[in-house]
Nanobody
Framework: QVHLVESGGGLVQAGGSLRVSCAAS????????MGWFRQAPGKERDFVAA????????YYADSVKGRFTISRDNAKNTLYLQMNSLKPEDTAVYYC?????????????????WGQGTQVTVSS
């Protein structure tokens, strides 16, 4: 059974930076694409960024493009999201998830394993 555990969330001022990580158990991390999603209170879970199985391709939501960077270290079974120039509207619980394919996906139903989430709060 594969488990995903996020870490690195916290409180940061607007304009600041934060890196969240997602550690995966199991031996199949490097087979599947991975993604980050976020959910603010009272809102739906939104796509943030995705990366293919070997890290050669990435894709971002327009709202974070140019500010966030997704990456992965398959040797360490870890996914990262570097967040720069943070804005108050980036405040949310951030979830990592494993896709059902090796290719980039943006639709939540195409992810079958989810972490428990980590809170990111950006103060103005």
């Amino acid at each position: 059974q594969v488990h995903l555990v996020e870490s690195g969330g916290g409180l940061v001022q607007a304009g600041g930076s934060l890196r969240v990580s997602c550690a995966a158990s199991g031996r199949t991390f490097n087979v599947y694409a991975m993604g980050w999603f976020r959910q603010a209170p009272g809102k739906e879970r939104d796509f943030v960024a995705a990366i293919n199985w070997n890290g050669g391709q990435t894709y971002y939501a327009d709202s974070v493009k140019g500010r966030f960077t997704i990456s992965r270290d398959n040797a360490k079974n870890t996914l990262y999201l570097q967040m720069n120039s943070l804005k108050p509207e980036d405040t949310a619980v951030y979830y990592c998830a494993r896709a059902i394919t090796d290719d980039i996906q943006t639709n939540p139903p195409l992810y079958n394993i989810w972490g428990q989430g980590t809170q990111v709060t950006v103060s103005s």
